[in-house]
């Protein structure tokens, strides 16, 4: 029961901070990445706020092997930069910039977002639905010679 109570109270605040910050806005989000045109700088202080805190988690880490809850903490993600991570991270990103909104807002903005909005999701769904077999592919690919 503590462990669905944390994750409610953190899916909360992050949803509230995603709201309030203007992030669930495609158009606040679309103007970050218009670098070359009306450019709106706002997203970095809100990537700012989000990095701080992470920043801090990862200290309090290295000294922790539970979480708050008493579950095992996840190991340290990987620090290898590989293609699949760049080809995801790239995938990501187009996502990203054509519609202006990545899951998390997404998510926030279900009450209001429209069909736009609907279709991004169903297709988000089924990126999630289809990676695995697309993950296991690139992990049997033989590389060329």
Same mark, same amino acid.
């Given at each position: 029961?503590?462990?669905?109570?944390?994750?409610?109270?953190?899916?909360?605040?992050?949803?509230?901070?995603?709201?309030?910050?203007?992030?669930?806005?495609?158009?606040?989000?679309?103007?970050?990445?218009?670098?070359?045109?009306?450019?709106?700088?706002?997203?970095?202080?809100?990537?700012?706020?989000?990095?701080?805190?992470?920043?801090?988690?990862?200290?309090?880490?290295?000294?922790?092997?539970? *979480?708050?809850? !008493?579950?095992? $903490?996840?190991?340290?993600?990987?620090?290898? #930069?590989? &293609?699949? %991570? =760049?080809?995801?991270?790239?995938?990501?990103?187009?996502?990203?910039?054509?519609?202006?909104?990545?899951?998390?807002?997404?998510?926030?903005?279900? *009450?209001?977002? !429209?069909?736009? $909005?609907?279709?991004?999701?169903?297709?988000? #769904?089924? &990126?999630? %639905? =289809?990676?695995?077999?697309?993950?296991?592919?690139?992990?049997?690919?033989?590389?060329?010679?």
């Amino acid at each position: 029961m503590a462990r669905l109570l944390v994750a409610f109270l953190a899916g909360g605040l992050f949803g509230a901070g995603l709201f309030i910050s203007g992030m669930t806005d495609t158009t606040k989000v679309q103007g970050w990445l218009d670098v070359f045109g009306n450019w709106d700088p706002t997203l970095a202080f809100v990537m700012g706020g989000a990095m701080i805190p992470m920043a801090i988690a990862w200290l309090i880490r290295r000294r922790r092997t539970t *979480s708050l809850t !008493g579950l095992p $903490l996840p190991p340290a993600p990987s620090k290898e #930069i590989d &293609g699949k %991570l =760049i080809l995801g991270s790239v995938m990501f990103g187009i996502g990203w910039g054509l519609v202006g909104l990545c899951p998390g807002p997404s998510i926030a903005s279900l *009450s209001y977002g !429209g069909p736009g $909005l609907y279709a991004f999701l169903v297709a988000m #769904i089924g &990126g999630m %639905l =289809i990676t695995p077999m697309l993950r296991a592919r690139l992990d049997r690919a033989v590389p060329a010679e």
